[in-house]
């Protein structure tokens, strides 16, 4: 069996990181996306690499406010790793938008829908057309160096989507765009104990402050050291995926490997 990657989007930020960062450390195939300039992401992809196959690297066209472009991707990928030969060790969906609300009155509708379309609903429809490829309970695992040793499907949340851990309000749609995400991975992980067993499981990340588009505004008002770089949070996170065991299935991790609580 031949086990391989997934992250989207991966482009730009901490997913071409993570993109970068898995044709380093592992043997796998590894499956990109991106909306747009497939070539150029690919490029960026495996910029300054050295010793990596580049046959590895698949670069396919989702945007995740899209079925219909996952549903194709997904079709794509099932002819690049057919089922009875491979199956889907690591996914990492990563999609993810901020409108900064500060009150109720700054609220905007299309603002606060495109938000839950692209932070819950790109995800969820990921979800959707990508897990299939994830082992069942009948799959035999290959131990890969620089991967977990079970399948891991892991959804990119926030320490702000923790309603426990919520002392200041605001971020409307932010919050609670990833409280939904949360609860996404955990309704997927209990989905996964019955289809695979032990053989795979579902997690939300936190990456901490990271120096993206997404959180450009607010870079003067965190301390330099809090403010990571992608390639700094793409090293923390793997090292986090690599360290769960089957006691942390379900759960909200940061970038430190502490739970985040729901």
């Not at 499956?31 to 992809?45: N, S």
């Not at 008002?221 to 769960?244: C, D, G, T, W, Y």
Request: charged share 25%; proline share 6%.
């Amino acid at each position: 069996m031949q086990p391989w990657a997934f992250v989207s989007p991966s482009s730009r930020g901490i997913g071409l990181e993570l993109a970068r960062r898995l044709l380093q450390t592992t043997k796998v195939p590894v499956v990109a996306t991106a909306r747009k300039d497939l070539e150029q992401t690919r490029e960026h992809a495996l910029q300054g690499l050295k010793d990596v196959n580049e046959d590895r690297l698949h670069v396919l066209k989702v945007d995740v406010l899209d079925e219909d472009s996952i549903q194709a991707a997904a079709s794509e990928a099932a002819n690049l790793f057919p089922k009875k030969e491979s199956y889907l060790h690591l996914s990492l969906c990563i999609p993810g938008l901020l409108f900064p609300e500060k009150s109720p009155a700054q609220i905007n509708y299309d603002d606060a829908l495109l938000t839950f379309r692209t932070n819950t609903l790109g995800p969820m429809m990921l979800l959707k057309h990508f897990s299939p490829f994830l082992p069942r309970k009948s799959t035999e695992l290959v131990k890969t160096e620089g991967l977990p040793d079970r399948a891991t499907w892991a959804t990119m949340s926030a320490r702000v989507g923790s309603i426990t851990d919520n002392g200041l309000g605001g971020w409307y749609s932010y919050r609670a765009s990833k409280a939904a995400v949360n609860q996404l991975a955990k309704s997927f992980d209990n989905y996964l104990r019955a289809s695979a067993g032990e053989k795979a499981m579902s997690i939300s990340m936190h990456p901490g402050t990271v120096k993206t588009g997404l959180s450009k505004d607010f870079w003067n008002n965190i301390k330099e050291e809090k403010l990571f770089s992608p390639e700094f949070a793409s090293e923390k996170l793997m090292e986090v995926i690599n360290s769960r065991t089957m006691n942390d299935r379900g759960k909200c991790w940061d970038w430190k490997g502490e739970e985040v609580p729901p």
